[in-house]
Structures are given as C-alpha cells and as structure tokens.
C-alpha cells in the first residue's frame, strides 16, 4: 500500500471536517504550514494537518482518517508493471495507490475498500479485465469508478469490446509513461506533487 503525503486544500478541509476557505486562511495567515505548486495551488501535508488538530484540540475519529485521498486500485498480475505504475504515479500527490494480481483480488477490493479509479489487465488468472469490468459496472454504486484498461492485446475487436462496457480510457503495453501519467491525472484530477 502507498498513502501519498500532502493533500490539496479541499483533502484537507474534508479531513479536518472544516471549510475549505478555513484551511485557505490558515495557510495564508502562517498558522498552517503548506508547500506552494508552480499553479499557486497549496498542499498540505498529513504530518502537518495531524499536527495542526492535535495542537487546537481537534478530533480526527478514525473514519475519517483517509477522507479526501483520491484511491487507485491496479489489478495486473505482472508485478514489473505494477511497479512501474507505482514509480510513475509519484508525480502526483494526494492519492493512495493499492494493488492487485488478478481480477478476484481485485473485486475483493473493490468491495472493502471503494476505489475512485481502477487500471486493469485485461489477461489475467482467475477474474479476466473484461470480467472483473463487468462485475464492476453490474454494481450501480460503483458508477463513478474511473476505468483504465492496460493490455498488450488490443486487436480492433477487444477495443471494441472493452469501450462498450463503458471504461474510461485504454492504454495499449508497452504503456509509455507519459500517457499513462496524463490519463490517470486527467481522469484523477490529481495535481502535481511538489
């Protein structure tokens, strides 16, 4: 499991269970420490936000201890490739990246642990992607999930198949990083880590 570090002002508000315009202004006014991105967009980082609570006496029940962190679930059963996903998401900030080496792990997940967005193999052992897709997109109250198909075998039918289940984005392997880091920040809304 990977937690990332520093949240943006609205992961920050939503963690603390305050206003966003609060963390804005304790920021501004020196109270709370945030690093700056090159956009003028703050990050805070968890350390500081804890910190910050403990000093003015601020509860953090544990339900909400991970609130505003953008969950990425990787199910591929080719553990290079989950690496390089890993390395290449550390551009980014505020998100936690769990992983997966077949689809069944990946439902199992699914179901506990909720995720935003999904980059799933389409060969693998146990649940394929175009299974463990369809068992995804059968449950309504994971609508909102982000697909992103990553495969070595894209014939025009499997493309085909996989954009009629409704995913969001298809990245063919050898996945170049740059594609793959867009894609996931477009679709995430994730914002550079500084």
Known sequence: MKVKK???TTEAAEYLGVARSSVTNWIRSGALEAASTPGGHYLV?????????????????????MRGVYKILLIDDDSDFRTFVSEALDVYSGYELREAEDGMQGA????????????????????????????????????????????AYLSPEVREEVSRLGVDGILGKPVRLEALVAMVGRLGGLELNV
């Open 6 to 8: 520093h949240l943006k």
């Open 45 to 65: 980082s968890l350390e500081q936000l804890r910190k910050f609570a403990q000093e003015r006496g601020m509860s953090l029940p544990e339900s909400t201890r």
């Open 108 to 151: 199992l997940l699914v179901g506990t642990w909720k995720p935003d967005m999904v980059i799933v193999d389409l060969r693998m052992p146990n649940m394929n992607g175009v299974e463990f897709c369809r068992f995804l997109k059968g449950d309504e109250s994971m609508d909102d999930v982000k697909i992103i198909i990553a495969s």
